[in-house]
């Protein structure tokens, strides 16, 4: 160790920095998480990089139909707000073999097949580095997605600095890096994936791409992907700076062993975090669903049967779609002395409080019983506008009185039992219209004084009124 040189211990958690080792790290309370690494001075390198950058003004910077790249897959180029901004760094995270490597390499072959950067000095050149897989192993994919594009680049290398070369020979317009945990920087002393390593490969490749800013209107910044690792507490693996520096964050959502995929935007500095993607996995890759609606949608719904106990469609929005999604539920008498409650893709303390609401107001005795709640397709709701809906089924379930198949409920509870109003509600009556749904139970400040074509609305105002409607009290 050189005079530039310190020991430092950072938690592989949550990245806080000490002068010594810890058995528990005092900002997450997480134990055995701090580990070893060595930390170098290099202002001069940072200034000397810094330095070559130029300020322009607001009036000189031209936007152009280049800024934005297209990845040919509809459902991801709405989560990104239009497609892929050029310079800008994604971050995609999952469970392994949910489908992140095939997605990029989707993207790749779009990339370098594109006629939209087609010029005389321009050429769609794509770089894929791999730091887990052999060149062969992707050429073995990429003929199973029978992608054929020459432009595509294969690198199988694991030190950011020949990684860096390569990027400054080729001169792509897309860099994918599969996966960060796998780079190392050889300035650094500790391995592959530890938080001064994922932190310092992330930040030299952010330098790399956006350093060096040109008032030359031809020069075209490359966009990066980057693929990560995720904990088992389901966020990427490595410090939370790392989600700082990027400008997207993207998961992946869903069972690898399920056919879809949901693909949902944490951060976004172009365009809404609110949107969401869902996929279908195929032997061909993944495929976009255009009707998300069918897919949460039970095959009951499209039969003769007219009527479901415990089972309610709710029309929600994620971003700016509406999605009709069917949440099921079931009450059983307890024999334990502290009854269940278990939530699948629903905030457990929210049931709690709803709950609360369906025994002081409806006079529903629930107390004794194990409540099951469960949203089918795997999405996770997350908008209040879901809370008429789910009393409703666990209601049905509870006195056995079933709910009519083409009935759509939606509504925000308050503790006073009031239902309050929802936003967009024009959008979710026209997808319950579009799926063939005949009424919809909702506020009254929303639905008094609409009228719609083929879909009955009925207005309430609290939810003894709503279980009334349905009969269910």
Aim: proline share 3%; net charge positive; with cysteine.
């Amino acid at each position: 160790m050189t005079k530039k040189e310190k020991v430092i211990f950072v938690c592989q958690n949550c990245g806080a920095e000490f002068a010594k080792w810890l058995g528990q790290c005092p900002a997450c309370s997480s134990w055995n998480t701090l580990v070893e690494e060595l930390r170098e001075k290099r202002n001069k390198i940072r200034k000397k990089q810094i330095s070559s950058a130029i300020p322009l003004r607001l009036s000189e910077i031209s936007l152009t139909d280049k800024l934005r790249l297209q990845t040919g897959i509809k459902e991801l180029d709405l989560v990104l707000g239009g497609g892929i901004v050029a310079g800008s760094i994604i971050l995609i995270g999952g469970e392994p073999g949910i489908g992140k490597s095939t997605l990029v390499l989707q993207i790749a072959e779009h990339i370098a097949t594109s006629k939209q950067l087609a010029s005389e000095s321009m050429f769609n050149k794509v770089l894929y580095v791999s730091g887990e897989e052999s060149i062969e192993q992707i050429k073995l994919r990429a003929e199973r997605l029978k992608i054929k594009a020459d432009n595509i680049y294969l690198l199988a290398e694991n030190e950011l600095e020949n990684i860096l070369e390569q990027i400054e020979q080729i001169k792509p317009v897309l860099i994918i890096i599969d996966s960060i945990q796998t780079i190392y920087s050889s300035n650094l002393t500790s391995s592959p994936g530890s938080v001064g390593q994922v932190r310092e490969c992330t930040a030299q490749i952010m330098l790399a791409i956006k350093g060096n800013s040109k008032s030359d209107k031809s020069d075209f910044r490359p966009a990066v992907i980057i693929v990560g690792h995720i904990t088992k507490f389901g966020a990427i693996a490595g410090p939370k700076t790392l989600e700082h520096i990027v400008d997207v964050v993207l998961y992946f959502e869903g069972d690898k062993f399920q056919q879809y995929r949901i693909l949902r935007s944490t951060k976004n500095r172009f365009g809404s975090t609110q949107e969401i993607g869902i996929f279908e996995m195929s032997d061909c890759g993944l495929i976009g669903v255009e009707t998300p609606s069918l897919l949460f949608l039970s095959q009951n719904r499209q039969t003769d049967i007219s009527k479901t106990i415990g089972s309610v469609v709710i029309p929600t929005i994620e971003g700016s779609r509406p999605i009709l999604l069917e949440v099921q539920a079931l009450a059983a008498r307890s024999y334990f002395s502290f009854p269940q409650r278990v939530t699948t893709g629903f905030d457990l303390r929210r049931l709690a409080m709803l709950l609360c609401i369906l025994e002081r107001h409806c006079n529903l005795d629930v107390g004794n019983y194990d409540i099951f709640v469960n949203t089918a397709g795997g999405i996770k709701i997350s908008e209040p506008a879901a809370d008429l809906g789910i009393v409703c089924a666990i209601a049905s379930t509870f006195r056995s009185k079933a709910i009519n198949t083409k009935s759509a409920i939606v509504g925000e509870l308050a503790l006073s039992g009031e239902v309050r109003p929802v936003s967009q509600i024009r959008n979710r009556i026209n997808e319950c219209v579009k799926m063939g749904f005949t009424e919809i139970i909702g506020p009254a400040y929303n639905l008094n004084n609409i009228s719609i074509k083929n879909i009955k609305t009925i207005g309430i105002t609290n939810v003894s009124e709503a279980l009334e409607v349905l009969g269910i009290i």
